[in-house]
């Protein structure tokens, strides 16, 4: 049974979030529509397609993850640690909610944020491209794995840092790196030898590859071992900020 502990402090999170609606869900279809603008038109009219696909319509998937990995990152980092400077985190601790309550509030808040972007990244492009999708429970599920990765980690970095420096250290020199070089714009295919290889050793990549797959049937890696890694990512993350969560390190002054 879902206890009115684990409601309130979920939906406390949906709640903030959706405060700032231009801040959380308005900027991100900008920034696509951007995205869709100077990458699908401009490249697109030279590349026409890949693997038999039209390039903006190529691209969806990748602009549908990138939105969905910052947005569900942030919205659980930023949070949370925000509660650790205030001190109000101690309230939660304290509370007689469980750690795993704690942890499933915080995630499912930020992974809902970063499934709502995606939506709206997904309507905004579709708007150019049709909203075909070649398995939709498929596409589903994967891109709420990655939003749930993400959340998890978000978790386990704002227990983690203790300066807001640090907070927007890893989405800056690491997710947005890994990210553009995981086949968001390209296929691993249409790449030199050197940076093909570095992108296969990139997890995003798969997580890309694989919703690539279950949107529009076309990818450069095994669906299925995607799709494995993408579970594997999502129960390590959570593993690790239920972990740091439950030590009370940094978080109980």
Not at 184 to 208: E, G, N
Request: net charge positive.
């Amino acid at each position: 049974m879902i206890s009115l502990g684990f409601r309130t402090l979920l939906a406390k999170e949906v709640r903030r979030f959706l405060r700032v609606p231009g801040q959380t869900l308005g900027s991100p279809l900008v920034q696509t529509a951007l995205y869709f603008l100077v990458f699908g038109w401009s490249l697109g009219a030279r590349l026409r397609d890949v693997d038999g696909v039209p390039y903006a319509r190529f691209i969806v998937p990748g602009l549908v993850l990138m939105g969905v990995i910052l947005n569900s990152y942030l919205n659980s980092a930023s949070s949370l640690f925000v509660m650790k400077l205030q001190g109000t985190v101690i309230d939660i601790l304290v509370s007689p909610l469980s750690y795993a309550e704690i942890l499933g509030a915080f995630v499912l808040a930020a992974a809902l944020r970063g499934v709502l972007v995606g939506a709206i990244t997904f309507a905004v492009a579709g708007a150019f491209t049709g909203f075909e999708v070649a398995h939709p429970a498929a596409a589903l599920a994967l891109v709420a794995l990655v939003a749930v990765t993400f959340a998890g980690l978000g978790v386990a970095s704002a227990i983690w840092a203790q300066t807001f420096e640090q907070v927007n250290f890893f989405p800056t020199f690491v997710i947005m790196p890994l990210t553009f070089l995981g086949g968001v714009f390209s296929s691993v295919r249409m790449l030199p030898r050197p940076l093909a290889v570095a992108t296969r050793l990139d997890p995003i990549f798969y997580m890309v590859d694989g919703v690539r797959a279950a949107m529009l049937g076309v990818s450069d890696a095994s669906p299925l071992a995607a799709a494995a890694l993408v579970a594997a990512l999502a129960a390590a993350a959570l593993g690790l900020a239920y972990g740091l969560l439950r030590s009370g390190w940094r978080l109980r002054g």
